[in-house]
C-alpha cells in the first residue's frame, strides 16, 4: 500500500508565499516522477509543475519563476511565491511509482489541500 499525505495549504495574501508538501510512505522501489496540479470548481484539474527522473523539472507558464519544485527523498514539495488571487485552487500531488522491481508505474494522488490566495 502506499499512501500520498498532503500539507501546507492555507489562506494568504496577493504577494505572499506558501510551501506545500507531499510525503509518499509505503513499499516503494522506484518513483519515476513526482509533480503538482490544481483544479477549481470552473477548471479541470490543470498541471502546474513537475520532476520527471529526478532531473528534467517543467512548470506551466502560469507560475514559472513564481514556483519553485523540488524533492527530498520521497517527499515533493511546491515553494509558491508571489502568489495571486488567480492560483487559488485545490492543489494535487501525483507520484508515478513501482511498488515492486516487476511491476509497472503507477500514479497515485494526494487528498489535495486548499490555497486560497485573497487580493
Known amino acids: 500500500q502506499v499512501q500520498l499525505v498532503e500539507s501546507g495549504g492555507g489562506l494568504v495574501q496577493t504577494g505572499g508565499s506558501l510551501r506545500l508538501s507531499c510525503a509518499a510512505s509505503?513499499?516503494?522501489?522506484?518513483?519515476?516522477?513526482m509533480g503538482w496540479y490544481r483544479q477549481t470548481p470552473e477548471n479541470p484539474r490543470d498541471f502546474v509543475a513537475i520532476?520527471?527522473?529526478?532531473?528534467s523539472i517543467e512548470y506551466a507558464d502560469s507560475v514559472k519563476g513564481r514556483f519553485i519544485i523540488y524533492n527530498v527523498t520521497n517527499t515533493v514539495y511546491l515553494e509558491m511565491n508571489r502568489l495571486k488571487p488567480e492560483d487559488t485552487a485545490v492543489y494535487y500531488c501525483?507520484?508515478?511509482?513501482?511498488?515492486?522491481?516487476?511491476?509497472?508505474?503507477?500514479?497515485?494522488w494526494g487528498q489535495g489541500t486548499q490555497v486560497s490566495v485573497s487580493s
Open positions: 520532476i520527471i527522473g529526478g532531473e
Open positions: 501525483n507520484i508515478a511509482l513501482k511498488r515492486f522491481v516487476s511491476d509497472s508505474y503507477y500514479h497515485y
Open positions: 509505503g513499499t516503494i522501489f522506484e518513483i519515476s516522477s
